[in-house]
């Protein structure tokens, strides 16, 4: 077998020196009537050969987002990746090496969470950032635990623009916690009054910007309520790319911001993994979940990184730490800074305003449909569409003429009577013909 | 040459990517433009190449050495995984397409789930976790469903923690709402069944056991320790970290475990990547399987789709506990996992953990004599673990020994961990190390226990001496926290 | 430009510096008339994502040979190349590296020589054997040249069964140095009388094997004619995978041992970039063209590798040098060493081996057919098929029905008579499925 | 740790592939089964990646430092180019498919063709040679035949050569039959054309003309010269190793040369590989046009297809010197400069030359105080050349100062060439260098330099200290070649 270096002489050699018969005695402390003779029901091992056909035929069942003309978002964003970030998490060095335990020989990974943790906290506007969480939506569920933990209060408030699926998590993690969460309805033209769920006995307000519906939120207000009231205001980004050319967070008085980092540098990857991005003010720093990278000295006197604050991790405290997270997301985090040094300000501007442009763009062409409404007054590159037929059935039978039109509300919100709404996002990937592919769709499905 | 950080070398007009301007338009933002120019400078791409290449050089990998860290299972990465998890058909589609377009996608996820249960003779399986302790999490969140359903979410609100058991096992408990309860071991590193029974009561929710443990030792009594916590009317959660010791050898099911989560990076080479992403499924028995979460595979005739609420989960009968994350789990490590269990099939993977214990045992076996053993030289499973007992007295630490590893150009090994001996080395090569790696690796440690015997000392306590960094100082970095880049006061460092 | 790392301030800095008032003044031994003021006629830079989309427009126009069923060789040969070979090549430390001119920051490319010349001397079962040379074609050039020095004579006798690319390559290049060539014509079945065209006066013979219609040569008689009258034995392998399972050429007498290494490591690539391989007796060393890499030690006396022998390059002797080669095919020869370490004798035996049952095996699929006669006794993967209609045809209906057939003669043998000769080579990558397609396409159009 | 060669540690029966085995059959070899075993160990999968990891750290690379060998154009490798050579359209394709198969094949190679063509304003392009110094043969062939065709193959014996020319120039020559006759030049480091016209006669059939030349310079009479050699009835070549200094500034159409190869993997950022593959295109002026080798691709209505062989040819009214090589030349390089010029476009390759100039005299600017310039502190092309006046006595030769450079964590610049000056070093930083980064080689190289002056000889000589190796005995090397691993003696050498 090509992965096992051993050969039958080498382990006979090894059990002799051990001073066993049988590779079998070292397995005797398992109960005999458990022991299993192998895998009788499983396929015997295949070359590589056999493998790329096999995994290449399912791989082949699926559609590309690169294929087709595509619109899909909510939540994660189809960009353009370049191929040096891709190569770059692939060196040895990083793709095989473990958590950073021991700093002398693990700079490298060291120094580009430090690097990945200030760009996070610039792009949010704030002044701290871990070194990366699962993803958006599980950042959102440690953010509302932290909140508890700061305000020593046990009650969320989620906005009704928030993506589903997170204040799901949300929901899941503090039920089994047995915190209080309340959930507004969906919210589609972003502007439910989330002023009035704040009062004493709320821990935090989770609000989505851009939100679900692809409505920029202006937070100054929320914020200030928040404050006014001993609560934190947290805020959810799933479109990283946002922050190159919308308020951030942090300049409208967030306490923690959280969101998903997968657009930048990261492919789609049907889901996972992503990268969760999580940053907050100096002044929450030890209540803070996850891994931090922090600057110290050799004993030389030499700048280097270390993992640090980790007596608020599970490893040193166990059943007091902040979270049982034991991990990052490390290699996405490195794709992730990878793809920021390249964009640098200047690109990532240039990349958010083209896609800015683009929604623009394609916000226009739909508008010569009569059948369809743009209900969005302000959006970055993702608005919702309201149909006059069931959104599901027409992004089926687009997808059944080969284009992928968006994501239909009814799969996210199913039961709330928004069937007629389309959520429609537009990047740097779109061209000409794919906006014309999908306006002539709809004018045919419509 | 020392690297400078980015924000040191970066220009602000500087851009590695090149962008199409658009045409003119009219935003929609609606008065919230960004304003402050962001502030990230920028690198050209042959700097940003250059810059992180030279990173790298600062990393240690598997491909790099042999790398024992014990409980960690550092396999060889198969850039097979890479190439397949790359294939367009997986790593380019959106988790929110239409069902009828990832059609494939769900298939793998099937299969993979199939094997996973043959594995590891369970029941059912969720996939989503998005890594190990997030797995945790999910089963115990299952067995606090499970428990509720019952209606005795008041009363069971303790769960028994073996004292070797994973950091993250406490975190996990506490974190929703269980008590902890420690259990003793034995001296010989086991847990016994006596314990368990004078532990558990009708407040028990469950016990989570780590199994093979974190000492390295298979649980012999594992079966009656199972029935103990039943017959009690609780739950069995195994950590599923050691789960590659096993694999072929015996199944979780068959030992008596209500819930396991799968380290796909431990068991079935996903890579590490410096600190994840890792991918935690968890493997259910017919107790738990209605509370798995949402979102789930299920098979309609011919068509593959996903559950994803609960609604729908009810009509199938499910009762899922909630949802763990946004999508549907870590496709790309799914991937990759698959690809190593299909490359070594059922004979490559019985094999494979049989060489992993191997692997530790000869390094017991060639390292007994100069190191000591907390409970015996007794054969372990697929790591060994010794404590500091022969440095007693030496002026070398463990601490001290694994930093003159580094200098000997290896990682060191897992060291103070598991908590339950003192100043533990748990040393796992796995089953990707040659017997030449080994006697090499051996050959080293020997002599630097040599030179603790002839008093060395200045070898350990300095150490590294040939590393990128010497030692660093991790209370001043924790003291004084420095968390991000700031731009310098006018004198500032120079790059060396 | 994302790959132009100064900017605008930068450049006017370094202008002051170098004391010149613009960027012209640096360009001023340019006669004033001739300067251009750019590029007029070309178009302006394009981002990473446009130049993907061109490109993979361009590549979408082509059929690659894993899409279809493959039986295309002559000379180049679709392998299973392993994920780890690609990954290691482009190594940052290797792909980015120059001709190991500085040894001591060089060891890793010059020891990789060091084991690639191991390795091809081995496999073609010689004493030494260089670092590379172009491909194939170039080598075997080169061959005859080095016979001419070995032997000063100046006269060359071509195979009949030689690659006619390989033959136009050296008539080409001993025309231009004024050597003479015999060629002796197509000889589609191996059988043709080489001994009689050896006498006093011709340096060397150049024998293929398997040669081009897929005949096993047995050279050991030629190879005794040529040192009875002192001239040299080349042999040339176009399919290296082929020393797995055939006698080596140097088993049976050659004195240099020429080949194309593409089918170990390398890709097809349209053809380019391959590996040639060049492997002699000692005695022969110093007359050996290409680049060499050899032992010694460095001053604290531990082992390193250099490049040596060089006296017989360009760069020292200049109009004396053996050849005017003054690179090798570096990557690709890493590929092979990788491809042949990863094999091992026992994978390469066995991956021969396959190679030659799925050709035995074809070749009893297409015995069914009436129209088809296999025409080879001997063979390793590939044999010439008789067709009772031109093979030129037959090959582009096939192409036209998603199959590749493989090449007919009459591509390479032009109005040589031999249109209804089909050449068919079967790889590892042939399934069954693919044999019945050939079968059951050519039952059509035949 | 040192690293063993695979024969040291691989075991012949140990393979890193698995094959499957067969169904039995007969097989058809015909009694010539190899039979010796080959003899090769295999490394697994997990060994070799190791192994080959492992030697790659000990190499040197543009994407881990600076690296100004000059004449060498070590600029910046895009990843871009990478990927798309290996899309499977160009990677996967095979050179004798049906033309049907591979329009998008010839569609890149023609349309390269025609950017090489503006770019230089020549009129024909051979594609096929497999690097420069195979372009320069097939350009001096191409020069050959043209003199043949016009009946002066016996009269037309000579060729001139500067003696700063490339060392590839004479021995191409020579190989085809040509005699070298040298051109002296002027203290300036340029040709005199006033040398060109004394050297040359009706027996003369070419020069070989570098320009910019080999010491940086552009040769500023060559209009002149061109004139010089054209009235004789001879043709210009031109080694096009140098054109990255002027694309977009110059074309060699205009200045009168009859042919010229160029190196895509100098100019057009293709990758040295460590020594290869490079690719060598020929373009050809009008005089030369209709002798370029076969094969090419030509144009008929909306299809491309391939000439092959000499009667299709002369349908298309060429006549062809012959064939350079099996096969079309080297695709994966057309695809890499290809896509290197579309990133660039117009803009960015002459900002390209433009920069790559900058650096060269930023570089000179800054250390012609310390350094000695041969030819006076004025302005160069792409590259700088030093020589050793200011080395003199001090103990210090050219090449103890390259190989302290490595110390310093650089590259060294190309020693001793061109031989034209005494202790040449040349420097060509490239346009892929930041001013940072020059900023920090000028300072180390002063450094360096200040060294020298100080007297500190063994930093020097006794260089390099922090390399993989020392200073290597390349005499022994030559004078016992060792070119092949052997089994050992029973004594072996133990890997450290």
């Known amino acids: 077998m090509r992965y096992l270096p051993l050969n039958d002489i080498e382990r006979a050699d090894m059990l002799a020196r051990i001073g066993v018969g049988s590779i079998d005695d070292l397995f005797a402390d398992i109960p005999a009537d458990k022991r299993r003779p192998g895998l009788p029901n499983l396929p015997t091992r295949k070359g590589e050969l056999e493998v790329e056909r096999l995994l290449g035929r399912m791989a082949a069942k699926n559609t590309p987002a690169s294929s087709v003309p595509f619109f899909v978002g909510a939540g994660a964003y189809k960009h353009h990746v370049p191929a040096t970030v891709d190569h770059l998490i692939q060196r040895s060095e990083f793709l095989t090496s473990y958590t950073p335990y021991q700093p002398e020989i693990a700079q490298g990974t060291l120094q580009y969470l430090f690097e990945f943790q200030t760009q996070v906290a610039a792009l949010a506007g704030m002044e701290v950032a871990n070194a990366s969480m699962y993803d958006g939506s599980t950042a959102c569920g440690e953010a509302v635990l932290m909140a508890h933990r700061v305000t020593r209060r046990r009650k969320a408030v ?173 290699l996405c985090s490195l794709a992730f800074t990878i793809h920021m040094t390249l964009l640098g300000s200047a690109g990532l501007q240039r990349l958010a305003r083209l896609n800015h442009a683009h929604a623009v763009r394609l916000h226009e062409a739909l508008e010569s449909l009569p059948q369809v409404e743009v209900l969005n007054k302000r959006y970055f590159n993702e608005f919702t569409l309201r149909l006059n037929k069931p959104a599901a059935a027409v992004v089926q039978a687009l997808a059944d003429k080969g284009i992928m039109a968006g994501v239909p509300v009814s799969r996210l919100h199913p039961g709330a009577g928004l069937d007629g709404l389309l959520l429609v996002a537009s990047t740097e990937m779109n061209t000409d013909e794919d906006r014309a592919a999908l306006v002539a769709g709809l004018k045919e499905v419509l | 040459q020392e690297e400078p950080l980015i924000f040191e070398i970066g220009r602000p007009e500087t851009t590695g990517v090149d962008v199409d301007e658009p045409a003119p338009f009219e935003p929609r933002l609606g008065g919230l433009e960004r304003t402050d120019g962001v502030g990230l400078p920028g690198l050209s791409e042959p700097e940003a190449m250059r810059h992180y290449v030279r990173l790298s050089q600062k990393n240690y990998g598997i491909d790099t050495g042999l790398f024992p860290l014990g409980s960690c299972t550092m396999k060889h990465n198969p850039r097979l995984n890479e190439r397949m998890a790359r294939l367009p058909g997986f790593a380019d589609v959106h988790p929110l397409q239409p069902f009828s377009t990832v059609q494939g996608a769900f298939e793998l996820m099937d299969t993979l789930a199939a094997w996973l249960l043959e594995l590891t003779g369970m029941q059912a399986v969720a996939m989503s976790p998005k890594a190990g302790a997030h797995g945790e999490l999910c089963g115990m969140m299952a067995i606090k469903a499970a428990i509720a359903a019952k209606g005795e979410a008041a009363t069971r609100r303790v769960v028994l923690v073996p004292d070797s058991a994973h950091g993250t096992n406490p975190a996990t408990a506490a974190l929703i709402g269980f008590t902890v309860r420690p259990v003793p071991a034995r001296p010989d590193g086991t847990v016994d069944p006596a314990a368990v029974q004078a532990a ?297």
């Not at chain 2, 011919?302 to 009968?317: K, N, P, S, T």
């Open chain 1, 158 to 330: 989620l906005s009704g623009g928030l993506h589903p699926q997170y204040a799901e998590v949300v929901r899941t993690l503090s039920g089994m916690a047995e915190d209080e969460v309340v959930t507004l309805p969906p919210d589609v033209a972003g502007t439910e009054d989330l002023l009035a769920a704040i009062d004493g006995s709320v821990s935090c307000v989770v609000v989505q910007t851009p939100d679900l519906f692809g409505n920029l939120r202006d937070l100054r207000a929320v914020a200030d309520k928040c404050h006014a009231e001993g609560a934190l205001l947290v805020a959810v980004v799933t479109e990283a790319l946002s922050f190159g050319l919308v308020t951030p967070p942090g300049a409208m008085g967030a306490d923690i911001v959280v969101g998903e980092g997968q657009s930048i540098g990261n492919g789609l990857n049907f889901g996972g993994p992503y990268v969760g991005l999580f940053a907050t003010r100096s002044k929450y720093v030890r209540q803070m979940p996850g891994r931090l990278c922090g600057e110290t000295v050799d004993s030389e006197g030499r700048r280097g990184f270390v993992l640090t604050l980790s007596t608020r991790e599970q490893h040193i405290r166990r059943d007091k730490a902040t979270s049982n997270i034991c991990t990052n997301s490390g």
């Open chain 2, 200 to 496: 558990i009561g009708p407040d028990v929710a469950a016990i989570m056991l780590t199994n093979p443990n974190t000492c390295g030792l298979f649980e012999r009594d594992v079966v009656e320790i199972a029935r103990i916590v039943h017959e009690a009317g609780a739950y069995f959660y195994a950590d599923g970290a050691n789960f590659n010791a096993i694999v072929g050898k015996a199944r979780p099911g068959d030992l008596g475990v209500d819930a396991m989560h799968i380290n796909l990076h431990k068991t079935f080479s996903t890579p590490h990547g410096g600190g994840g992403p890792g991918s935690g499924p968890v493997v259910l028995s017919d107790r738990l399987a209605a509370f798995a979460p949402v979102p789930f595979v299920v098979r309609d005739g011919e068509r593959f789709r996903l559950v994803e609420d609960e609604a729908d989960a009810a009509r199938q009968g499910a009762r899922p506990f909630g949802r763990l994350t946004a999508f549907h789990g870590q496709m790309g490590m799914f991937v990759r996992a698959m690809a190593y269990m299909l490359s070594h099939g059922a004979d490559g993977m019985k094999q494979a953990s049989e060489d992993a214990v191997l692997n530790a045992n000869y390094v017991r076996a060639c390292l007994a004599d100069l190191m000591s053993l907390p409970f015996g030289n007794r054969p372990c499973m697929h790591e060994v673990l010794f404590d500091d007992a022969w440095l007693k007295d030496t002026g070398v630490t463990t601490l001290d020994f694994a930093k003159a590893m580094i200098d000997e150009g290896y990682h060191p090994m897992t060291v103070y961990f598991p908590l339950v001996v003192h100043g533990a080395m748990l040393v796992e090569p796995t089953e990707s190390e040659s017997k030449a790696s080994l006697d090499l690796f051996i050959a080293t440690l020997r002599d630097l226990a040599m030179a603790v015997r002839r008093g060395d000392v200045e070898r350990f306590t300095g150490a590294p001496y040939h590393a990128p960094r010497r030692r660093l100082d991790e209370t001043r970095a924790a003291r004084q926290p420095v968390l991000r880049w700031t731009p310098p006061e006018p004198i500032r460092e120079a790059a060396e």
